[in-house]
């Protein structure tokens, strides 16, 4: 059969459309061009000359609904990202309007700013954490970076916590709120390493666990909490869980070698 009478009876069912006529015009162009390749190096026998264009183009029809399905993926990308930008533009208007017109009704200047402070740093921290958690197993590098996006992210609402409670309470000591944020930024990067299957969960548990007992211990004093002494315990409590961490670990994974190794040797 003509490579030419092939294409279009395997094309014969695709959906009468522009891009469907278009395809077609690109196969057989493709198709003719490599016959011309192949009688340029001396083949003469058109049976053996259509059964090699043919067998190159055998997933033609394959090639239309993916590139169909390529071409929807890319306006969905394109809708996505103007939706985005649509989205936030109305997002900074209606958050605009909203400081501007609580600030013009209260007359309380002096906090309200905390509107556009606490409106622009949570969606943001939202931004960084839900784009760590997409890239923290692509390479090593991203997961670095995600990391860093992950404490960034719970750093950010700690701050707008922070501002909240220092300028709309009297609670005293709201500093201390910036202190537990490098404690809680480290259980959250320490929680999703863990859920993430990452291979350096338990090296860098290991290296948290002792700096996040002793900011509980800081913490704990400088609240009154609890007494200073004996709770420096805590800290020396802090090493014993690295090593019942570290341990529990490498019995897992001697565990894991020991039920691989009779299905390797089978």
Not at 30 to 47: H, I, P, Q, R
Not at 64 to 93: C, D, E, H, P, W
Not at 160 to 178: G, H, Q, R, S
Request: aromatic fraction near 12%.
């Amino acid at each position: 059969m003509n490579y030419s009478d092939w294409a279009m009876k395997e094309l014969a069912d695709l959906p009468n459309t522009k891009e469907a006529y278009l395809y077609k015009q690109k196969v057989i162009d493709s198709m003719t061009k490599k016959a011309n390749e192949l009688v340029s190096t001396g083949l003469s026998d058109n049976d053996v000359l259509n059964e090699l264009v043919i067998d190159e183009f055998r997933n033609i029809k394959k090639g239309f609904y993916s590139s169909q399905s390529t071409k929807k993926q890319m306006k969905r990308k394109a809708r996505n990202f103007n939706l985005t930008i649509l989205g936030s533009a109305a997002y900074v208007l209606i958050l605009l309007s909203a400081f501007l017109f609580i600030s013009f009704s209260t007359s309380a200047w002096a906090k309200t700013w905390l509107i556009l402070v606490a409106g622009i740093l949570l969606p943001v921290a939202g931004l960084m954490f839900t784009g760590a958690a997409k890239i923290i197993k692509r390479s090593i590098i991203a997961s670095v970076l995600s990391r860093a996006m992950i404490i960034g992210s719970v750093m950010l609402v700690c701050v707008t916590a922070f501002l909240l409670v220092m300028l709309l309470t009297d609670i005293p000591k709201a500093w201390i709120i910036l202190i537990a944020a490098i404690p809680l930024s480290l259980i959250v990067d320490m929680a999703v390493s863990f859920l993430s299957k990452q291979k350096t969960a338990v090296l860098f548990s290991t290296l948290y666990i002792p700096v996040i007992a002793a900011f509980i211990y800081l913490i704990g004093g400088l609240t009154a909490l609890f007494p200073w002494h004996p709770s420096w315990i805590i800290i020396i409590a802090s090493f014993a869980v690295d090593f019942l961490l570290v341990f529990f670990a490498v019995i897992k994974k001697s565990g894991k070698k020991e039920i691989e190794a009779p299905w390797e040797e089978n």
